[in-house]
């Protein structure tokens, strides 16, 4: 049986030294990731020079499925952390010839890494390896399957903060393909903890999980009605790589319903702010007028990634020594 992720992810004095879901985390240990990528930041948004935060340790991105936005940066928030990372190239490892995930990672150990950054197509990957890894080593979802995208979020909650002055009392509409979503689920969890007023999510009855409504958010099948006073709009992209059956009844049909398109948008709040995860699917859930458009958002996510992956990796970091140091080590 697996344990508590919420436990697995915490040091005995609750300081982070995994980093493997939103869900259960307390406010006061969002506030402080917020708290510490926003110190990575200047005035301006802008990054600070490179700190000494994780020199001497070695970072192994570990990405079984393609990315663009989460592989590169972490790779630039481990080298501003001044640590050592490596990108292991999973087409041409050894896992193609037959060796277990566990074998690759066990030797990686051997190499002396102190983190690995994990993205897997199965729901539950970083939860297993962080049940199965040495005790000195970090372990960061870079999301699993449909389940999790906890920097992703963390990255989400700090543009809002950032450009709606705080998320607390917000009104955010999360619009699209929720079902195959995990930046949906780990962003309903951190916006609900945070103290949002009300987290929509919306899309057609194929695409909304059933039990969606246990974890908090509104469901709503009907976009403009959704729109209404939202403070903060969420795209996603169709998942189809997830996608079993067919679950919509065309590309455009999916467009003209829910798709974000200037006059949609004109029924948020004036100051909406748009936000996509990415990648961006042009002309398929959002026009290039919007994407484009003074109210987006969506590079600007981007750059906060940096700084919030700079923050957890410090702070599982720092959690891992304290974990080695025992129940009995300062707090
Ligand atoms: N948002 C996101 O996870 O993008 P990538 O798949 O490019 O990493």
């Known amino acids: 049986m697996m344990s508590d992720p919420s436990q697995l992810q915490l040091a005995p004095n609750g300081e982070l030294r995994h980093f493997l879901t939103t869900e259960g985390l307390s406010k006061e240990l969002l506030e402080s990731i917020l708290t510490k990528a926003s110190g990575f930041l200047d005035s301006k948004g802008d990054l600070i020079a490179k700190v000494p935060l994780l020199r001497g340790k070695s ?54 890494a102190d983190m690995f950054v994990v993205r897997h197509a199965d729901s ?20 699993d399957g449909r389940h999790a995208h906890p920097t992703q979020a963390m990255l989400d909650m700090l543009t809002i903060q950032r450009h709606k002055q705080g998320i607390e009392g917000k009104v955010v509409a999360i619009v699209g393909d ?37 974890l908090g958010a509104k ?34 049909e999916f467009f003209r319903l829910y798709g974000l398109t200037s006059e949609k948008l004109a029924l948020a709040k004036p100051d909406a702010i748009v936000m996509h ?15 484009d458009g003074p109210q987006s958002v969506i590079l600007k996510q981007v750059g ?28």
């Open 59 to 112: 970072v192994v991105n570990l990405f079984f499925e393609n990315s663009t936005r989460t592989r590169s940066t972490f790779e630039l928030a481990a080298t501003r952390l001044s640590a050592d990372i490596l990108n292991l190239d999973i087409q041409r490892s050894a896992t193609s010839k037959g060796e277990t995930l566990m074998d690759t990672l066990w030797n990686l150990e051997a190499m002396h």
């Open 124 to 143: 539950g990957a970083a939860h297993f390896i962080a049940e199965h890894v040495t005790p000195n080593v970090a372990i960061i979802n870079a999301g």
């Open 178 to 214: 929720i079902l195959h979503s995990r930046v949906a689920r780990s962003q309903i969890h951190a916006l609900k903890t945070l103290g949002a007023a009300e987290v929509r999510v919306v899309g057609p009855a194929t695409l909304l999980p059933k039990d969606i409504e246990d």
């Open 219 to 252: 469901a709503y099948y009907d976009f403009s009605l959704a729109l209404r006073d939202c403070d903060v709009v969420i795209m996603l992209r169709l998942q189809k790589e997830r996608m079993q059956n067919a679950l919509l009844p065309s590309e455009s």
């Open 277 to 291: 995860p990415g990648p961006i699917n042009r002309g398929v859930e959002i026009e290039s007028a919007v994407a």
């Open 304 to 331: 906060y990634g940096i700084a919030v992956r700079m923050a957890v990796m410090a702070m599982a970091m720092s959690g891992q020594r304290t974990n080695q140091a025992g129940p009995e080590a300062p707090q």
